[in-house]
Nanobody, 124 residues
Framework: QVQLVESGGGLVQAGGSLRLSCAASGRTFRTSIMAWFRQAPGKEREFAAAISWSGDSTYYSDSVKGRFTISRDNAKNNTVYLQMNSLKPEDTAVYYC????????????????WGQGTQVTVSS
């Protein structure tokens, strides 16, 4: 089992940056695929970024590619990060951390463990 707790959300102006953190507990974190999804008001939850268990491979949705960076620290604190730069009002959403075993997937139902979410609001 993996327990996930997100932090780092907040209010930022367009063009600004935020770094989200997802602290994980559980023995399987270091072999789990980790991902960030987001859900804007009135919209479905969507894939944003994912990282392999080793950190060697990363994947991004087209909407965040080039602006967001996912990373993880397996050695020190079992945490996955999402560095968000050049934020836009359309990035406003609740951001969720998720975990699964096996290969990287992009659909939310393919993830087994979820955090409670952290709100990101980007003002224009």
């Amino acid at each position: 089992q993996v327990q996930l707790v997100e932090s780092g959300g907040g209010l930022v102006q367009a063009g600004g940056s935020l770094r989200l953190s997802c602290a994980a507990s559980g023995r399987t974190f270091r072999t789990s695929i980790m991902a960030w999804f987001r859900q804007a008001p009135g919209k479905e939850r969507e894939f944003a970024a994912a990282i392999s268990w080793s950190g060697d491979s990363t994947y991004y949705s087209d909407s965040v590619k080039g602006r967001f960076t996912i990373s993880r620290d397996n050695a020190k604190n079992n945490t996955v990060y999402l560095q968000m730069n050049s934020l836009k009002p359309e990035d406003t959403a609740v951001y969720y951390c998720a975990a699964r075993r096996g290969r990287i997937k992009y659909r939310l139902y393919e993830y087994d463990y979820w955090g409670q979410g952290t709100q990101v609001t980007v003002s224009s």
